[in-house]
C-alpha cells in the first residue's frame, strides 16, 4: 500500500526544493546515525581528514547558516551516508540552490497567520468544516459528536482499590480510565472550543456502535486501548506500536517498509523504589477521516508511556505551542487528508512538556496522505 509521502530520508529528499527542507532532513540523518553530539561529529571528522567546526554545524543543523555545497556533503559523510545517496544529496542541493529558497527555520514556514484563539472563529474560515479540522484542529462540525475515548485499567492495577468498583458507595468511574490527566485536557479544550457540540467520554470497552460515527479522540498506546490497536491498523498508518512486554523491542514505534526506523522512549536512573526514571517518551499525533463517517475526524493521540500520550494532546492544547504547532500543520500538511507526526516529549523534574514541532529536531517522523 502506498501510504501517501513519508517523510523518510530518502522519499523525501526526491522532492526537496528548498534548503529550509535540507536542513529539516539532516536532523533525521543524525538521529540515524545514532544523534552523535557535536563533539563527537567534529571528532569523526579529523579522524577523516574533515574540518567540521562543532560552532559551524550546530548553526547548520539549527538552521542559521546556509550550509555550503561542500560543508554539507562532508557532513553526511561523517554521518555515514553512502556515497550514493550523497549524490541524491547534491541534487537536491542544486534544485534548492536554484529556486533560491532562503534559508529559515521551520516555523517561519506558516502559510497563513492564525487568528486570536476564540469559540467564536468561523470554521469556515480556516477549513475547519473539513474532517481534518486544519487552522484550528480542534473546530468541529457540531452536527456530529466528539467521542474521547481511553483505555480501559486491568483490574489487576487496582486490586484493593474499593472505588473502582461499581457495587460501592465510593466507586468513581473514571479511576478505570487509562489516561485521565489526557482525557481531562482534550475534554476541557474541546468544550471551551466547541460550546454548541456534544463531547462524550468512555472506554474503550464501553463504547457502542454509534459512539464510531462522530469525531474520534482515541487516547493512550496499545497497551491498554483496543480502539487505539484496531485504528492503527485499520487506518493504514506507516508505523506500529509494540507493547511494553520488557524485551529489547518493547516498547517502541517503527516505522513499517523497506526501511525500517525506530523510536524509543529514554530512560534514565532510578527513584528509590528502583523505578527507571522516565527522560524523553515519543509522542504520535494522527489526524486522519474517520472510516466509518467521512464527514468526521480521527484523531490519535498516543505515547509508550502516560506522559507521551499527555504530551501529544497538549502539542496541539497547550498555549505555549499550540498555535506555532497549528501553524506548522498549515505549512506541512495543508490540502492533505491524512498526516501523522512522531514527536519528541521531554520530561522535566517530572513534568512531561509539550512537543514544539517547529523546532528542529523535535520532529522524528511524518507522513501524509
Known sequence: ???????????????????????????????????????????????????????????????????????????????????????????????????????????????????????????????????????????????????????????????NASFVDPEDPDYVELYSYSDPDSLLELFGHIRASNPECEVRISTANRMQPSDYFGHLAILGGTDFNGAARDFISRLEMPIRMTHRSGGPESGIFETLGDSRLKFSPVLGGTFGNGQAVLIQDVALFFRGINPFNADCSVTVCAGIYARGTLAAVKASTDSSVREKNEAYIMSRFKGCRTFGILARAHVVNGTIMPPDWSRVGNVLYEWRQ
Request: some cysteine; proline content about 8%; charged content about 25%.
Open 1 to 159: 500500500m502506498d501510504h501517501g509521502e513519508h517523510f523518510g530520508e530518502d522519499r523525501h529528499l526526491s522532492t526537496a526544493s528548498s534548503l529550509a527542507d535540507l536542513v529539516w532532513l539532516l536532523a533525521r540523518i543524525r538521529l540515524r546515525a545514532g544523534n552523535p553530539a557535536l563533539r563527537d561529529i567534529e571528532s569523526r571528522g579529523k579522524k577523516l581528514g574533515i574540518a567540521l567546526p562543532r560552532a559551524t554545524v550546530a548553526d547548520v543543523l539549527s538552521g542559521k547558516r546556509q550550509p555550503r555545497l561542500t560543508l554539507l556533503l562532508d557532513l553526511l559523510r561523517v554521518l555515514g551516508v553512502p556515497e550514493t545517496e550523497r549524490r541524491q544529496w547534491r541534487a537536491a542541493w542544486e534544485r534548492a540552490a536554484e529556486n533560491h529558497a532562503p534559508l529559515r527555520q521551520p516555523q517561519s514556514r506558516a502559510v497563513a497567520k492564525l487568528p486570536p484563539h476564540s469559540a467564536n472563529v468561523d470554521p469556515a474560515q480556516f477549513g475547519a468544516s473539513q474532517p481534518l479540522g486544519i487552522g484550528r484542529l480542534w473546530t468541529l462540525d457540531g452536527r456530529w459528536p466528539m467521542v474521547l475515548t481511553c483505555g480501559d485499567l486491568p483490574p489487576s492495577m487496582f486490586q
